[in-house]
């Protein structure tokens, strides 16, 4: 597996594996990506504000993507859309995009980074995940997209 930046060819892709998480990608927060993406794009390479990420495996398929944006409402970097296909899960993907943004916000001298996930009933796992690998959970608010759309919110110290 391999990670580079996040292309405009890849944007399907991505949405695709998204749309194979819909407790995680319901179609209320994929239609935040194309923005997000198109920003970032439209950007410097040397832009520090957002950056995508995409993982891909030995035949150039994308098998995972997560990025991060500078949320100014909380003055902290957040870690957005990670995502891994289905059928790549549990072999470390997710952790080495989240390891790789982390490294890259750590390059800015950031010390914590911040990411929000759905909290409902099916989702434990996601949570139990970033709980596995440093995050801690900060608060959790109900209703918050919408009824029945909770959202939770994790913080992590980046390790120097």
């Not at 996930?117 to 099916?122: A, E, I, R």
């Not at 995940?129 to 959790?140: E, L, S, T």
């Amino acid at each position: 597996m391999n990670i580079r930046l996040f292309a405009l060819h890849d944007q399907q892709e991505v949405v695709n594996i998204m749309k194979e998480h819909p407790l995680q990608f319901p179609n209320f927060i994929i239609d935040k990506y194309p923005i997000r993406w198109s920003s970032f794009l439209s950007s410097s390479i040397d832009n520090i504000k957002s950056q995508f990420y995409v993982a891909y495996n030995e035949s150039d398929h994308i098998v995972g993507h997560a990025g991060y944006i500078f949320n100014d409402e909380e003055d902290l970097y957040e870690i957005v859309g990670v995502a891994v296909k289905n059928d790549c899960q549990r072999q470390g993907i997710g952790k080495v995009l989240i390891n790789t943004i982390c490294n890259e916000i750590k390059k800015v001298n950031e010390k914590m980074v911040i990411l929000y996930t759905l909290g409902h009933v099916g989702n434990e796992d996601t949570m139990n995940f970033y709980r596995n690998i440093g995050f801690d959970m900060v608060n959790h608010e109900n209703d918050f997209f919408q009824k029945g759309y909770h959202r939770v919110t994790f913080t992590k110290t980046i390790a120097y």
